[in-house]
């Protein structure tokens, strides 16, 4: 199992700020994707990054995969209350197979 | 709504007592996964199932086991239950496995008291 670290922790913010959340790992990994999970509900996958580099853009959301596939960050512009949630990072291929390793996550609270 | 069903939505019983929760894979997928999410340990792969078959087992305890049926939806079955065991389970599935995008269902919440 990769160890894998998501911080921060807790984020708390208004609408209309800016936030990056991270996940880093010590390990390499073939591919990373983040899920964002709403109460009540089970994760969702936002987006699979695979290439060192590659940085990925879905509406205000911007993500990144590390040059090293070790690491990804999540930006998130302009925030808004819908944003909330707990947002998660697993790493997929190589000794994973099919299963989602999941860190422990982000929990982002927009006020309004 | 990802297509993944699952039941019941919250359960309570005693310590000791067996449950079964039940889930039913999108149309198609032949591939279902079971995981465990709770406040100390997050969110964990306990088992999945290809087509009937057991594929991989991962923090899964002995007490706990699952099956997929022909009709490709799965049973998790929980026994002698522990306070430890109260936790948010969900299911996935997918169209096969591997790389494929898993489909998460809302879960069940069960509470061990």
């Known amino acids: 199992t990769q160890l894998l670290e998501q911080s921060p922790q807790f984020l708390s913010i208004q609408e209309g700020e800016n936030l990056t959340v991270y996940c880093n790992s010590s390990?390499?990994?073939?591919?990373l994707q983040w899920y964002r999970q709403e109460p009540g509900e089970g994760p969702v996958l936002l987006v699979t990054?695979?290439?060192?580099?590659e940085v990925k853009k879905l509406k205000r959301l911007t993500f990144q995969f590390g040059d090293a596939r070790k690491d990804s960050s999540l930006h998130i512009t302009a925030a808004q209350t819908g944003d909330t949630g707990l947002y998660l990072c697993?790493?997929?291929?190589?000794?994973?197979?099919?299963?989602?390793?999941f860190g422990r996550g982000t929990q982002l609270t927009v006020w309004p | 709504d990802s297509g993944v069903t699952q039941t019941p939505k919250h359960l309570i019983t005693a310590t000791g007592q067996r449950v079964t929760l039940r889930c039913s894979p999108r149309?198609?997928?032949?591939?279902v996964y079971w995981y465990q999410q709770s406040l100390d340990q997050g969110l964990q792969f306990l088992i999945q199932?290809?087509?009937?078959?057991?594929?991989a087992k991962g923090n899964i305890l002995e007490r706990f086991s699952a099956q997929q049926f022909p009709d490709l939806h799965s049973e998790l079955n929980l026994s002698s239950l522990e306070l430890g065991d109260s936790a948010l389970y969900f299911c996935?599935?997918?169209?096969?496995?591997?790389?494929?995008?898993?489909?998460f269902g809302p879960g069940t919440r069960l509470t061990v008291l």
């Open positions: 697993a790493p997929r291929g190589g000794s994973t197979l099919g299963r989602l390793y």
């Open positions: 390990s390499v990994f073939s591919s």
């Open positions: 996935a599935s997918s169209v096969v496995s591997g790389m494929d995008t898993q489909y």
């Open positions: 149309s198609g997928d032949l591939s």
């Open positions: 199932y290809y087509n009937g078959e057991e594929r």
């Open positions: 990054v695979v290439t060192g580099g």
